[in-house]
C-alpha cells in the first residue's frame, strides 16, 4: 500500500493549523478561511476518525486585540502577555465554529514540562482519550503564558509531533501556508529559488535538509526546517505526516480520501520505536549529557547495543539513577537519548573502565550498562 493510501486510512489524526493559516494582514483572523477549516475537521470526525487539534495563533488573537502588527520580536515577556490576551479569544472561535456542527470543544494547554515527566505524559494521555469519550475535540496549544524560552517547544510543529506519540495517532498534518515540501536551488546572489512540490519524499531523504530553509513570515516561530523536525519525530512513531496548504479549498477533505495535495513525508525506513521510548525521543527533558567514543556510537546505531561505562569519555551535569540524559559523540553531535543507569558522579568513576571493574570502583553494582538498550532511543 502506497503512502497516501495508508493516510486515507488514518483512523487517529492530529492535525496541527499555523497561525497564518487563518490570521492576515499581521493580525486580523481570515474567519472563511477559519470556517473552512472547522468545515473541514468536522468532515473528518463524520468520516469516523478521531481528530486532535493542535492550534498556534494566541499570539496573533493577543496581537488583533491589542492592535498591533506583527513583527520579528522575540521579547519573551511581551509575547507572554499577548498569548495571555488571546488564547480565550482563540478558543471562542474555536467553540462558536464547532457550535455549528453540534460539537463540543476542551483546551488542553501544555508546557515543555508537561511531556518531560513520564506520569503527567500519562495523565495527558488519558485525559485526551477521556475527551474524546465525552465527544469533545482536543484543541491543544503551548502554554505561552508561562513558557519559558528554554522550555519552550520551540514551534507547534514539535508540540504537534509530540502529540502523534502522544496518543497514538495514525497520521499528523501540519497546515500551513506554503504548498508542501519544495525543491530549492540557490541563485548566484545567495538566494533561494523554489522549484517543484514533492507528492512523496522519504524522511530520512538527502535531499530534506539540502531543501529544508526558514520561516519567510513573522506570524509564527517555525518554518520548513521545524516541520521537517516534527516529520522525523512522528516518524519514530510510525506516524505519517502531511504538509499541506491551509487556505486551499477543502484540503483536510481531499487528503484523507488519498488526493495528491502537499507533501507526504513517508516514515518507512525510519527507525521506529514503541511505549516509553516515544516519550524518550521526543517528551523528555534530559537533564544531563554523556559524552561516547565512536566505537561506542556505531555500536549503538549499527548493532542496537547498550552504552557500556568502557565507552564513556565524559559525563557532563548532574543526575540521579534513571534520568534521562542525552548521548552525544566526540564532537558533540546528538545520536541518541536513554535513562542512565548510574547517577552522574558513578559514571565519572567508572567512564572507560571495563563492565567487570564497576563494583571494584563504586563498591557496588547495578548493572554491566550505563544505559540499557531497551532504555536508550536512537535520534
Not at 463540543?104 to 485525559?127: C, H, M, P, W
Not at 481531499?254 to 502537499?262: I, K
Not at 564532537?331 to 548510574?342: A, D, I, K, M, P
Request: hydrophobic share 40%; with cysteine; charged share 30%.
Amino acid at each position: 500500500m502506497d503512502v497516501r493510501s495508508q493516510l486515507a486510512d488514518a483512523k487517529r489524526v492530529v492535525v496541527k493549523i499555523g497561525s497564518a493559516v487563518f490570521v492576515k494582514d499581521g493580525n486580523r483572523v481570515d474567519r472563511p478561511a477559519f470556517a473552512s477549516l472547522v468545515e473541514g475537521l468536522d468532515a473528518v470526525l463524520r468520516d469516523g476518525r478521531a481528530v486532535v487539534v493542535v492550534s498556534s495563533g494566541a499570539v496573533a488573537m493577543g496581537r488583533q486585540c491589542a492592535g498591533e502588527q506583527a513583527d520579528d520580536s522575540r521579547d519573551i515577556p511581551r509575547l507572554q502577555a499577548l498569548a495571555a490576551m488571546g488564547q480565550s479569544r482563540l478558543m471562542e472561535m474555536w467553540e462558536t465554529e464547532f457550535s455549528h456542527y453540534d460539537r463540543k470543544v476542551a483546551q488542553i494547554l501544555f508546557s515543555r514540562g508537561d511531556l518531560s515527566e513520564r506520569t503527567r505524559y500519562l495523565n495527558a494521555r488519558r485525559t485526551i482519550g477521556k475527551l474524546e469519550n465525552l465527544g469533545a475535540v482536543p484543541v491543544i496549544n503551548e502554554n505561552d503564558t508561562v513558557a519559558t524560552e528554554e522550555l519552550r517547544f520551540g514551534d507547534n510543529d514539535e508540540l504537534a509531533a509530540m502529540t502523534a506519540g502522544l496518543v497514538g495517532a495514525d497520521a499528523l498534518v501540519l497546515l500551513s501556508d506554503v504548498e508542501g515540501f519544495k525543491e530549492v536551488t540557490i541563485d548566484a546572489a545567495g538566494n533561494r529559488e523554489y522549484g517543484r512540490t514533492f507528492d512523496v519524499i522519504a524522511v530520512d531523504d538527502p535531499r530534506v535538509d539540502e531543501f529544508a530553509g526558514p520561516s519567510e513570515d513573522n506570524l509564527g516561530t517555525g518554518g520548513m526546517v521545524s516541520k521537517v523536525r516534527a516529520a522525523r519525530i512522528a516518524a519514530r512513531s510510525g506516524v505519517i505526516t502531511a504538509i499541506a496548504p491551509g487556505k486551499q479549498p477543502r484540503v483536510l477533505q481531499r487528503l484523507v480520501v488519498g488526493e495528491s495535495v502537499g507533501t507526504v513525508f513517508d516514515p518507512a525506513d525510519a527507525e521506529q520505536v514503541a511505549g516509553r521510548k516515544v516519550w524518550l525521543g521526543s517528551g523528555a527533558i534530559a537533564q544531563g549529557e554523556i559524552r561516547c567514543d565512536r566505537g561506542a556510537r556505531e555500536a549503538i546505531q549499527k548493532r542496537g547495543a547498550s552504552l557500556l561505562p568502557s565507552g564513556i569519555l565524559e559525563v557532563n551535569g548532574q543526575f540521579e539513577e534513571g534520568e534521562v540524559v542525552e548521548l552525544v559523540d566526540q564532537q558533540g553531535e546528538l545520536f541518541g537519548r536513554g535513562l542512565s543507569v548510574y547517577r552522574a558522579d558513578d559514571l565519572r568513576q567508572i567512564a572507560g573502565c571495563q563492565s567487570d571493574a564497576i563494583e571494584a570502583k563504586l563498591g557496588f553494582k547495578l548493572l554491566d550498562e550505563a544505559v540499557h538498550r531497551d532504555d536508550l532511543v536512537v535520534l
